[in-house]
Each structure stands twice: as C-alpha cells, then as structure tokens.
C-alpha cells in the first residue's frame, strides 16, 4: 500500500531528492533479519544509475545473512540539518529509498560498484585506491540496492 505523506508541504522533488542522497555521507540500511527482526545499520554507500552500491567484508554477518533472508530494503539519509531551538525545530532534508539488496559476486559491476564509493569518498586519491582494490577486491563484499522507489521530505525554511 502506498500511503500520501502527511505534511505534502514538505515533499522535496525528485531532482532534490537524489542530490541528498549524492551528497549525504551515510545511511541507515534497514533489513529484516532470520528471526523477522528489524536490522538497521549504518552504512557509507555511493549512488550511480539509480543503484544504490555498499561495500562490506566479505566475511559474511548479520547484514549479509538478513539479505539472503529478505532482500527487500529501505535505506535512509538525513542532511542539511540545523537545530533551531529557539523554535522549538529543525531544518532538515531526508530521503528514503526503496528496494531489493543484491550481493554482487563479481567482474564489472563489482568493480563498479567499488569505484563508485571511491569516487564519492577519496576523489583525491583515486590512482592510490585503485591500487587497493586491486589488492582488496577478493576480500570486499559488494551490495546493490536496485531502487523502486525513492521520496524526500524536508523542513528547508
């Protein structure tokens, strides 16, 4: 079921919701784990193609063992927040999107993937991350959230 957002004054568009979701640093991932259980956890991640990409270790825990119980997901961002006590407030952008989480096993889009999360974290060090992943790429886990749906909310003013 879809329900209509309560405050439709603050509906932030489409083009302002993906900018957040390009400039926020982190996220919630939200999951259901084995036992039915919510599972939210933090996450860096980057935005390409309307995909959301997450990196991990390949060891396989909780967040690896909730998506093979349940891919489907939200994953959660909130920026561009100041606290304006005086009114009792915040000034606040958010964004939810909406999907299935995939484990990406190998070749081009887990390469992808990765550089993807370079470009937006270290984009002064790209030749140094590469040798990296070069070195690393066997030992990282890499999660693609195919987006469905995505909406923003904001308190801007």
Same mark, same amino acid.
Request: aromatic share 8%.
């Given at each position: 079921?879809?329900?209509?957002?309560?405050?439709? $004054?603050?509906?932030?568009?489409?083009?302002?919701?993906?900018?957040?979701?390009?400039?926020?640093?982190? &996220?919630? %991932?939200?999951?259901? $784990?084995?036992?039915?259980?919510? =599972?939210?956890?933090?996450?860096?991640?980057?935005?390409c193609?309307?995909?959301?990409?997450?990196?991990?270790?390949?060891?396989?825990?909780?967040?690896?063992?909730?998506?093979?119980?349940?891919?489907?997901?939200?994953?959660?961002?909130?920026?561009?927040?100041? %606290?304006?006590?005086?009114?009792?407030?915040? %000034?606040?952008?958010?964004?939810?999107?909406?999907?299935?989480?995939?484990?990406?096993?190998?070749?081009?889009?887990?390469?992808?993937?990765?550089?993807?999360? %370079? =470009? /937006?974290?270290?984009?002064?060090?790209?030749?140094? &991350?590469?040798? =990296?992943? $070069?070195?690393?790429?066997? /030992?990282i886990?890499?999660? /693609?959230? $195919?987006?469905?749906?995505?909406?923003g909310?904001?308190?801007?003013?």
């Amino acid at each position: 079921m879809d329900e209509t957002m309560r405050r439709s $004054d603050r509906i932030l568009t489409n083009e302002e919701t993906l900018r957040l979701f390009h400039e926020a640093e982190y &996220g919630v %991932l939200s999951l259901i $784990d084995g036992n039915n259980l919510p =599972y939210g956890v933090p996450m860096s991640f980057a935005l390409c193609d309307h995909v959301i990409y997450f990196h991990c270790s390949a060891a396989k825990g909780k967040k690896v063992s909730s998506i093979r119980h349940c891919p489907s997901a939200s994953f959660t961002v909130v920026g561009h927040t100041k %606290l304006l006590p005086e009114k009792f407030a915040t %000034l606040y952008m958010s964004g939810i999107a909406y999907g299935t989480v995939d484990i990406v096993q190998e070749g081009a889009e887990k390469r992808k993937g990765i550089e993807a999360i %370079l =470009y /937006k974290y270290s984009p002064d060090y790209i030749e140094k &991350g590469m040798t =990296y992943i $070069d070195h690393a790429i066997d /030992k990282i886990l890499i999660l /693609k959230l $195919d987006i469905t749906k995505i909406t923003g909310k904001g308190r801007k003013a």
